[in-house]
């Protein structure tokens, strides 16, 4: 009756083999080594790829909550008086088509100009966005951000500023600061900056480092006023209700927008460094697989040293009547049973680091004294981990493919052992 795979005996035999004492050859050593190795590949690997992938949901996330997910504005033209423009004149008609394009959850004009802002003798560069109450309310980073101060319920009686910005300037709530343009008044002596004095009646934290830094948002009517585009806009703002898909709704936006429109979408702004993210992710994956399969190595040697320790059990085994298949299969247990529960304690390690990846960095950052995350550098505010089921899966899967494969090789040399060589002088 031929023998069926992994009997109970196979187990017996491979089980009391990994437990193998220091007197019978220490094999116990190398497989704590081979379980340990295995345990922090894997965790490493989960680890590491639940960092990029929150790092990129934060990242996208910033991008897509504060920003536009398409402009549409104007190719450069000339006006009557010989100046150069891309101002939009009829922005609200264009606007209303552009909402009405299915997959369109809002279309906002804009006034947008860099300019500089003062306050007691504090300076900083910053962006205006001259922009609806009612429109500014549906962003969701800057109407909900993490952190906020004032309220956007009097937004018509002054303007909204970035942390980053009410920092630099040493603003807080009812403060009055000075935006100054250096395209202003022009006179017989030259262009004279135009001033303007506004109320801080909100401050918010976006979580992304540029916009807290440079944003300040002023009501639209008032922008037009301050830049000279009464009647007209700079740009305007589409958001969609699947940022993913803002290149199939291209052509469609591109007709409600009219003839000679341009479009700019959070793809074309962000799509290089997103590229980049999505290199890096590949390589350090691949990376991290290389030492997924260092560590597996350790399990061909402890096998190598357990067969040569154990060269008279597998003759004595041989000699009662094991087959090749059977001493195959013990020392295939052997291997695979450490590849296994390396690959389970290492999956357990890594979800337990990843999910309280927030207080461990909080930890290193504060026993390092400060500086182990700086947002000026990376952009957003924090280093979030995102446990994903396909990563984890994938971790799993290498593991075990590369542990249970390297296990065959010193399985076939256990199996193909001549029982009478090991036994000659036994």
């Keep these: 009756m031929a023998t069926l795979p992994f009997a109970r005996y196979e187990w017996m035999i491979a089980w009391r083999y990994l437990r193998a004492r220091r007197a019978e050859g220490g094999v116990s050593v190398m497989t704590w080594i081979s379980l340990i190795g295995i345990t922090l590949a894997v965790a490493a690997l989960i680890i590491t790829m639940a960092v990029r992938a929150g790092f990129r949901t934060e990242f996208v996330d910033t991008i897509l909550g ?23 004149y009829g922005y609200e008609e264009m606007a209303r088509r552009l909402a009405a394009v299915p997959g369109v959850t809002r279309a906002a004009p804009l006034v947008k100009g860099q300019v500089m802002a003062n306050l007691r003798g504090n300076n900083a560069g910053v962006e205006v966005f001259g922009i609806e109450k009612s429109d500014l309310l549906t962003i969701p980073r800057i109407a909900h951000p993490e952190d906020s101060l004032g309220s956007l319920d009097r937004f018509g009686e002054g303007i909204a500023i970035g942390s980053g910005v009410a920092r630099e300037l040493g603003v807080g709530i009812g ?19 135009r001033v303007g004095v506004y109320e801080v009646v909100y401050i918010f934290t976006a979580g992304r480092y540029d916009i807290d830094r440079t944003r300040v948002y002023m009501p639209f009517a008032e922008a037009q006023s301050f830049f000279n585009r009464e009647g007209a806009a700079d740009e305007i703002e589409v958001m969609v209700e699947d940022p993913d898909r803002v290149d199939e709704m291209g052509p469609a936006l591109i007709d409600a927008a009219g003839k000679g429109m341009l479009l700019w979408s959070w793809r074309d702004a962000s799509g290089a460094y997103l590229r980049a993210l999505a290199i890096e992710d590949t390589v350090m994956f691949v990376l991290m697989a290389i030492l997924v399969l260092i560590a597996s190595l350790n399990i061909i040697s402890g096998l190598v040293m357990l067969v040569k320790n154990k060269g008279r059990d597998i003759g004595i085994l041989r000699t009662v009547g094991l087959t090749e298949g059977a001493i195959l299969r013990v020392f295939f247990l052997c291997g695979s049973l450490v590849g296994l529960l390396g690959t389970c304690f290492g999956v357990i390690l890594g979800c337990l680091f990843a999910i309280y990846f927030d207080p461990i960095l909080a930890f290193v950052n504060g026993a390092s004294g400060g500086g182990v995350w700086d947002a000026s550098i990376r952009g957003i505010y924090r280093l979030p981990a995102q446990l994903q089921l396909h990563d984890v899966l994938s971790a799993v899967s290498l593991s075990l493919v590369l542990s249970f ?22």
């Design 175 to 193: 403060d009055r600061i000075k935006i100054i343009s250096p395209n202003g008044v022009r006179t017989a002596l030259g262009t004279s900056p």
């Design 66 to 88: 504060a920003n536009a997910h398409v402009t549409v504005y104007s190719p450069v033209y000339v006006t009557d008086s010989g100046q150069t423009t891309r101002a939009i």
């Design 405 to 426: 494969g390297i296990t065959i090789f010193p399985a076939r040399r256990a199996a193909r052992m001549n029982p009478v060589e090991a036994l000659r002088y036994e």
